[in-house]
């Protein structure tokens, strides 16, 4: 058994207990059937149970279903009789004890029941704080065994979340638990975007009394100005690299589309339109840039390269698109899509410019892939409160995330952790 070794995670400012509820709907198109064992030594780790973190995971993807272990408790492969689990493909066993140091350490195995085989044996070990992260670490190796795709489980969200005239940036895992408070304040928090690396986010702040972008690193809470300019700076956006963001600054008269190196210098002008031109986001490559703008009399998406020029429009059918975000790959886009005074969240392809409804329509906004392409996550609304939701990539298996109190706003989702 290989020792993994320590799961790091990001240190935040605050810090609050999980304050959602998950409603998952659909399943994926084939399921894999696999059985999970609660692990040995779990009962007296509460709610923190790490086979229940899994099984959570698992289920939210809709790739898997979940097959009872009806009684059985093996905790190691040798106790494993593999006649006893028909129509079982795979099962993870395992077991948790606490180590010297307030520790905590995990031992999983993942069984493929069909060749009668080890897949992954593994010892995991982190603070008993980070337990969750553990269970969130043993999802993404599973789930990138059994389907050849990078999990996305130890991945971080943020989002605003809105309580009154109080407004708080936030960060939690990718499943809405954990949600600790980034910045809290009594003015609008806007448009929060992850450095490419994951350690810091650009967001707009009205501390000022207008619209001013600011960095903010999310292991030190340190954060510093990079766009105070006349007028409105909104809409940071980093490149692959992160060494520059795209912005939209209204300082020479209309919202027009910025670029401008990671330090705040450098600033260069990208349109020249006489209209609004908004959210831009850079692709995969950097070389272009996504963006909405109401240039053609309504707002639609457009694309124009980082050095400027003409921009092409995407998007031709509802009344409104607008919010893109490239696909990880680059070849397609998401977006959210107005047409007959629904928001729903869409898909385009690039090469054959064919648009997917993805979402049943309501107000969903602010769409955002997972690092692995595999889900979308965005803004819609339950019982009159902004909530989080996803959905997967074909539209197949949906889930909102309804938090107990805010109203949530702005999510995006993070970055692989490096």
């Known amino acids: 058994m290989r020792l993994l070794g320590v799961i790091l995670l990001l240190c935040v400012a605050c810090s609050a207990r999980a ?11 084939h399921q894999i059937p696999i059985s999970l064992v609660r692990f040995a030594g779990e009962e007296q780790m509460g709610a923190q149970a790490v086979s229940g973190v899994v099984s959570n ?13 009806a009684g059985k408790v093996p905790h190691e492969p040798g106790a494993v009789n593999y006649v006893e689990w028909p129509g ?7 077991q948790v004890r606490s180590v010297d140091g307030g ?34 670490r043993i999802a993404d190796l599973v789930y990138e065994k059994l389907t050849g795709s990078p999990g996305v489980f130890s991945t971080r969200i943020a989002y605003v979340n809105r309580e009154g005239k109080r407004y708080r940036l936030v960060v939690a895992d990718s499943d809405g638990y954990g949600e600790q408070t980034l910045l809290a304040l009594n003015e609008p928090i806007m448009s929060p975007a992850w450095s490419p690396d994951g350690s810091q986010l650009a967001y707009v702040s009205f501390e000022r009394g207008h619209a001013t972008i600011f960095v903010q690193s999310l292991l030190t809470s340190q954060r510093s100005v990079l766009a105070d300019f006349s007028g409105s700076n909104s809409a940071p956006a980093w490149s692959p690299d992160g060494k520059q963001l795209a912005m939209v600054l209204s300082r020479d008269g ?24 908004t959210e831009p986001v850079f692709s995969p490559d950097g070389k272009l840039l996504l963006f909405t ?16 020029g003409h921009a092409e429009r995407l998007t031709f059918e509802g009344a409104n698109n607008f919010s893109p975000r490239f696909s990880p790959d680059g070849k397609s886009f998401v977006f959210s899509h107005f047409v007959d005074g629904v928001f729903y969240i869409a898909v385009q392809d690039f ?18 892939f997972a690092p692995n392409g595999k889900l979308v996550l965005f803004a819609t609304e339950s019982q009159g409160r ?27 989702w993070g970055p692989f952790l490096k």
């Open 19 to 29: 304050e959602l509820t998950i409603e998952i709907t659909g399943a994926g198109e």
């Open 57 to 69: 995971d698992l289920l939210r993807t809709g790739l898997f279903k979940m097959i009872d272990p």
């Open 88 to 94: 079982v493909e795979a099962l993870i066993i395992g």
């Open 103 to 136: 520790r905590t350490e995990v031992r999983f195995h993942l069984l493929d029941m069909v060749r009668h085989t080890e897949l992954i044996g593994l010892a995991v070990t982190a603070k008993n704080e980070q337990v969750r992260a553990i269970g969130h």
């Open 254 to 277: 209309s919202s027009q589309l910025y670029i401008v190196r990671s330090d705040g210098k450098d600033l260069r002008r990208i349109t020249f339109s006489e209209t609004i031109d």
């Open 293 to 308: 703008s109401d240039r053609g009399g309504s707002a639609q998406i457009y694309r124009v390269p980082v050095e400027g």
């Open 351 to 368: 090469a054959n410019q064919q648009m997917q409804v993805l979402t049943g329509g309501g107000w969903e906004k602010k769409p955002s």
């Open 386 to 412: 902004g909530i989080l939701a996803t959905v997967s990539s074909d539209g197949r298996v949906k889930q909102k995330m309804v938090a107990q109190r805010g109203d949530i706003r702005e999510p995006i």
